[in-house]
């Protein structure tokens, strides 16, 4: 049976770098979305995970369109679990990209690598994101900077939701988090440490039964605001969400 789910997700991944080689430069921006979200969502169900998106937005069951997306970060499936519900230009670690065939595939489908500790790349990285925005796509990125394990919530860096300011454009929180069929925390998404991306697909395919809960917060209004505020009430908002103490 592993060896069946180790061979669909081979040919998946096959079929998403046929797509983006071949189908991505003959179609335009809508098209490329579509097949974003139906690929993700195909990735999703051969890796046993079934997502369930909650909204806690009073009177509003469309997602913002013109809102920069953060989320808390757990695992690499992250990406694919936000971009089967929306999909989105992600911003993700430089380390991302030498990933076998998900670097290339994540390069291909617009992801922005940014490189740890590097101002002058934060600094780029910031005015394409204010561009991209500007140009009407959706941005999203991780701003606890790495992956945590599920019961635990970095402090979410400041600088990227200034994009979000100069944008003129809401942020919009999501609350992630992986759980088994009791409804408890499930240990087989966990991707911290030394952890190969390799390693990680093998414990999740062995696990199956995940259920990716996604939570849509009410957005943050950024007019007026600063970085910081907008970090913390960031993070209080999708803490509060998951039930995790403030700290």
């Known amino acids: 049976m592993i060896a069946y789910q180790y061979l669909r997700i081979s040919i998946h991944l096959l079929a998403g770098l046929w797509t983006c080689a071949v189908i991505f430069p003959r179609t335009d921006a809508a098209g490329r979305e579509r097949r974003i979200q139906r690929w993700s969502g ?17 009177g509003q069951q469309a997602p913002a369109s013109n809102a920069m997306i953060v989320s808390n970060h757990v695992s690499w499936l992250d990406i694919f679990v936000i971009n089967t519900y929306q999909p989105c230009r992600f911003v993700a670690k430089a380390d991302v990209r030498d990933w076998p065939l998900i670097g290339w595939l994540s390069s291909k489908a617009g992801t922005v690598f940014l490189a740890r500790g ?11 994101l204010v561009a991209a925005v500007h140009a009407g796509e959706r941005v999203a990125f991780f701003p606890e900077g790495t992956t945590t394990e599920q019961g635990m919530l970095l402090p979410f860096h400041a600088n990227l939701f200034e994009a979000a300011i100069e944008a003129a454009v809401p942020v919009q ?48 209004e950024t007019t007026g605001a600063q970085r910081r505020d907008i970090a913390q009430a960031s993070r209080s908002s999708v803490a509060q969400a998951l039930g995790h103490r403030q700290s």
């Open 42 to 58: 195909q990735l999703l169900s051969i890796c046993g995970v079934q997502l369930e998106v909650l909204h806690l937005v009073d």
């Open 173 to 220: 929180p999501y609350a992630l988090r992986y759980l088994d069929a009791s409804g408890a925390l499930h240990p087989a998404v966990a991707f911290i440490g030394d952890m190969s991306f390799a390693q990680s697909i093998s414990i999740i395919l062995k696990a199956r039964q995940i259920r990716a809960e996604l939570v849509r917060l009410p957005v943050i």
């Open 118 to 128: 590097n101002r002058r790349e934060v600094k780029r990285i910031y005015a394409g």
